[in-house]
């Protein structure tokens, strides 16, 4: 993973864009929603980001840039049309140890910008590192689609109380299932029946647990995409041999491991509300789909 994705905190960040052209208003489209304060140096300037001018949203310079300009920044935008003095300045950044992007030259980025979806208070960045950004648009057209707009409104919903729900259900795990119920009911819509789907999860009766079987013969590049929400589901994964890279890529990175189970603990933890997964040899996931034929056994290409 050449390109490793992270999400920054904007507040108090200084970012510098030099060149102030179609390209420019582009990053600024987006640098614009975020609480960064932004700077654009450049000899002349665009209609789109004079635009960003009277709005006050953004400083600007009109002139020529210099060395002494790159310092003092979080980041640095190089836009301009001058191929070579992007790279000098480039190299400047990074010997002043500024993040610096060099647009559609990623062999002089110290980050690149992805593709991203705006919702609120959920964002999706999408990357393919550079090497094919029109099928990250596209995976982005078809994501937004998919997404509704409501969910803006839902996760603020949702984050005014986070607290409400932590003083009433203290246990993590209950607070877990909590949400669990309220995202089954009231799925990622807002509306009117919003605040009902809140209440109720409340007073739902304890959901039981799911088990999960997965025998070592069964590779993971061969499991269907119908198996990635269980594997993504677990609190506690059970197994006595080495999980294969590919297999641990698919499994939630915060569920607990542990390395020996018996059928009683098993069974507690799903009367527990836990959804457990159990990766063992054939004859022991054998033994087991008898013992708990409520269990999904994971197949190839099938559950």
């Not at 078809?142 to 986070?162: G, K, M, V």
């Not at 269907?224 to 990175?253: G, V």
């Not at 799903?270 to 457990?276: F, N, P, Q």
Request: proline share 4%; glycine share 2%.
């Amino acid at each position: 993973m050449q390109y490793f994705p992270l999400f920054v905190d904007t507040q108090s960040l200084k970012v510098l864009i030099v060149g102030a052209g179609e390209v420019a208003s582009r990053k600024l489209d987006l640098l614009s929603r975020t609480d960064a304060d932004i700077h654009v140096i450049a000899k002349e300037s665009c209609n789109e980001v004079l635009a960003y001018l009277h709005k006050e949203r953004i400083s600007l310079e009109e002139r020529e840039v210099n060395f002494e300009d790159i310092n003092g920044w979080d980041l640095v935008y190089l836009a301009t049309a001058d191929k070579a003095l992007n790279e000098k300045l480039a190299t400047l950044a990074q010997q002043r140890h500024i993040w610096v992007n060099v647009v559609d030259n990623p062999e002089f980025c110290r980050f690149i910008t992805p593709s991203i979806i705006d919702r609120g208070r959920l964002q999706i960045a999408i990357s393919t590192a550079g090497a094919a950004p029109v099928f990250a648009r596209e995976l982005r057209s078809r994501l937004e689609s998919w997404l509704p707009h409501s969910i803006t409104p839902l996760f603020d919903y949702i984050a005014e109380r986070r607290s409400d729900v932590q003083q009433r259900l203290p246990v993590f795990k209950d607070r877990r299932v909590f949400w669990e119920r309220f995202f089954k009911l009231n799925q990622s819509r807002f509306d009117a029946d919003t605040p009902n789907h809140y209440q109720d999860s409340f007073s739902l009766s304890k959901v039981k647990g799911e088990l999960v079987l997965l025998d070592t013969k069964i590779e993971a590049e061969l499991l269907p995409i119908a198996a990635m929400p269980y594997l993504q589901k677990l609190d506690t994964i059970f197994s006595s041999t080495a999980l294969p890279h590919k297999l641990n890529e698919l499994l939630r990175r915060d569920a607990a491991r542990a390395t020996i189970v018996t059928d009683k603990k098993l069974k507690q933890a799903l009367d527990d509300g836990e959804h457990c997964l159990v990766y063992a040899e054939p004859n022991e996931i054998n033994r087991l789909s008898v013992l708990f034929p409520q269990a999904k056994r994971l197949k190839m290409g099938a559950i």
